[in-house]
């Protein structure tokens, strides 16, 4: 069995907020894990933010000037959200 918890919790939009900065590889696999949560649990609603658009909110909030080289966060402070992504998500 899977599981996979994603960074945080948006309760008065009802969306989970994964974030995801690190290199390609990393990338891909939290893609497929959202994929996989979507198809396991369609009306659970859950949105990837790249590096891209972290950086953009800093610069569009004016909280930090915009740079590729910026250090990006490696968790949102919060409450755990553990999902079961089903058994047949083990090969994966």
Same mark, same amino acid.
């Given at each position: 069995? $899977?599981? =996979?918890?994603?960074?945080? #919790?948006?309760?008065?939009?009802?969306? +989970?907020?994964?974030?995801?900065?690190?290199?390609?590889?990393?990338?891909?696999?939290?893609?497929?894990?959202?994929?996989?949560?979507?198809?396991?649990?369609?009306?659970?609603?859950? $949105?990837? =933010?790249?590096?891209?658009? #972290?950086?953009?909110?800093?610069?569009? +909030?004016?909280?930090?000037?915009?740079?590729?080289?910026?250090?990006?966060?490696?968790?949102?402070?919060?409450?755990?959200?553990?999902?079961?992504?089903?058994?047949?998500?083990?090969?994966?």
């Amino acid at each position: 069995m $899977k599981f =996979f918890t994603p960074d945080f #919790y948006i309760p008065q939009d009802d969306l +989970y907020i994964e974030i995801t900065t690190m290199n390609q590889k990393l990338v891909t696999k939290k893609n497929s894990k959202v994929r996989r949560l979507r198809e396991v649990h369609p009306d659970v609603a859950c $949105k990837i =933010f790249y590096q891209r658009d #972290y950086l953009h909110l800093l610069a569009k +909030y004016e909280l930090e000037p915009a740079s590729e080289d910026m250090p990006a966060p490696t968790r949102i402070p919060g409450p755990p959200q553990v999902v079961n992504l089903g058994d047949d998500a083990a090969a994966g």
